[in-house]
């Protein structure tokens, strides 16, 4: 295992000139290679027809609104979930959803990330600036920040799926200039959004889930869930079809062998807290040390599997 040093990731580093923006490839074109293509989720085994002269994505149940102001009203992305398909069909179908009133400012939907076969998924609270630009997660500085403490943790990043509780951006104008400041997403915006999470953690099935934050924690085990109580417990897996619903109050965490064999919960930190931290050094130690937690769920779940 790697021995942390002591030191945080040297913040300087972590701006947006590292990232650059990436175009879109003309209607029929193949798509560019990226790193979620040489993970395996575009795989040809994976890929569904394209969108419809409609607009709408195959699979989906077709959802008119009578102008833009009036859609997303309903607080439920349910109604534009499709029922069959893979992570790619989902994808597609998530860039045309208006289940709550965040669409209408975002820029785009920013969908999951990774590999359909990835034993963690890693849950945030919803994109930033530069990801709703890019319409990738977790590629701004706080995603930068997650991928070198995973990294120290001894978690592989192609062994992760990255994705967001709420898939739009929610953000306010500074009082002076045009720079979009980030606004916490509410309950139900949260709640609205969660049928496309549900989705997704079923066409992954992880072994282990990493809840980044308050929210992504409430998303995935319910609104009695409290990060700074439970952070780094090995928290019992919910079923799909209750995401969000189960009563997380007062629950001590579960041994690593039942963890691994059955699947679990992490909870810690949001990487964005560290950044924000008056000690980052100690925000960043308490953040690597709940991810160590499950990189030895991972571990105890490859040598049962290796065993059997």
């Known amino acids: 295992m790697t021995v942390h040093s002591g030191r945080v990731p040297e913040f300087s580093r972590i701006n947006s000139g590292d990232f650059a923006a990436r175009g879109r490839p003309p209607q029929g074109a193949p798509a560019r290679p990226d790193y979620r293509r040489s993970a395996g989720v575009l795989g040809a085994q994976e890929r569904e027809p394209a969108v419809t002269r409609e607009g709408r994505r195959p699979g989906a149940r077709t959802v008119t609104t009578s102008s833009k102001k009036a859609a997303g009203q309903d607080y439920d992305a349910g109604p ?22 965040l669409f209408r400012d975002a820029t785009q939907t920013v969908f999951g990330a990774g590999a359909s076969s990835a034993r963690i998924v890693i849950v945030g609270e919803q994109p930033g600036d530069q990801e709703d630009r890019r319409g990738e997660p977790f590629v701004g500085p706080a995603g ?34 045009k720079r979009r400041i980030h606004k916490a997403p509410s309950l139900r915006e949260m709640s609205a959004c969660r049928p496309w999470l549900a989705a997704e ?54 041994p690593v062998r039942e963890a691994a064999a059955h699947g679990c919960v992490v909870a810690t930190i949001h990487p964005s ?14 953040l690597l040390s709940d991810l160590r937690v499950a990189a030895e769920v991972l571990r105890s779940g490859a040598e049962r599997a290796a065993a059997d």
């Not at 943790?153 to 709420?166: D, K």
Request: glycine share 12%.
């Open 80 to 101: 534009f979930v499709p029922q069959r398909g893979g992570l790619p069909t989902l994808r597609r179908a998530a860039a045309g959803c208006e289940g709550c009133p």
């Open 144 to 177: 930068r920040l997650l991928r070198e403490a995973l990294g120290e943790a001894g978690i592989e990043e192609r062994s992760a799926y990255f994705t967001n509780a709420v898939k739009h951006f929610k953000f306010e104008i500074a009082a002076r200039g």
């Open 201 to 254: 953690l079923r066409k992954v099935d992880p072994e282990l889930v990493m809840a980044l934050g308050a929210t992504a924690g409430k998303a995935v085990l319910g609104t009695s869930f409290k990060v700074s109580q439970q952070r780094g417990l090995l928290l019992p897996m919910p079923a799909w079809d209750a995401l969000g619903h189960s009563d997380a109050s007062g629950a001590d965490g579960i």
């Open 273 to 286: 807290a560290v950044l924000r931290a008056d000690d980052r050094e100690a925000a960043y130690r308490g």
